[in-house]
């Protein structure tokens, strides 16, 4: 009897001590998980938490992904606010621009495309968005896409010096030997501001001396 009281005591100690150890690693766990959290969040380590909470078990809202990305700017998170701007975009298709012009600004020329070809699908129309649309398919060398796109752009607004544009245009259209195209949009650029008569005179220059060598 004494051997079994005493076996079970250790069995029990036994027990008690991997349940302290236990607790103790959860403790050591949480300790390192916020100390993480604090100088991954920073200030924003208590407000983040309940999101993240939600984001595990699929339940943040637009409202979320907002707050979030708000949060994600502050800290200059870019990945970060990219990813909640994603979110919103597959939520509400129109925050596609928001998405695209972001993706812009970090180069991401590639994505940015895809994000204003999923606008322009579900009938969008904003002529600056066409605009910026066509720079990012000039940069992904989409010769026929982009032009479609800033044509759409300068046939919209007739009446305006669209320079930056008409830039961009120029050379997408040196860039693909198109040197009479390119010509034209300078010298109509020239005709309708009188003070406009040097507008991209290098690339004028250069194209001229282009188109007289390859005749």
């Known amino acids: 009897m004494l051997d079994y009281n005493q076996s079970h005591r250790q069995s029990v100690d036994q027990d008690l001590e991997n349940k302290s150890k236990a607790i103790m690693l959860v403790l050591a766990t949480m ?65 596609y621009v928001r998405l695209g012009q972001f993706q812009m600004r970090r180069n991401k020329f590639d994505k940015a495309a895809h994000s204003f070809s999923i606008y322009f699908k579900d009938g969008g129309e904003d002529v600056e968005v066409a605009a910026t649309y066509a720079k990012a398919l000039a940069e992904t060398n989409q010769f026929d896409e982009a032009s479609k796109y800033f044509n759409i752009a300068l046939e919209a607004r007739p009446e305006m010096l669209q320079v930056p544009v008409v830039i961009n245009f120029v050379r997408l259209l040196m860039k693909n030997e198109k040197y009479q195209h390119a010509q034209r949009l300078i010298d109509d650029v020239r005709k309708q501001n009188r003070t406009g008569s040097q507008f991209m005179d290098s690339e004028y220059n250069q194209i001229k001396k282009l188109k007289t060598a390859s005749r």
């Open 31 to 95: 300790v390192v998980i916020t100390g993480i959290q604090i100088i991954t969040w920073d200030k924003y380590a208590l407000d983040i938490i309940p999101i993240m909470l939600k984001e595990v078990v699929s339940a943040s809202s637009p409202q979320d992904w907002e707050d979030k990305a708000k949060m994600c700017t502050d800290l200059k998170k870019w990945d970060c606010v990219e990813a909640e701007y994603t979110k919103a975009a597959q939520n509400d298709r129109h925050q």
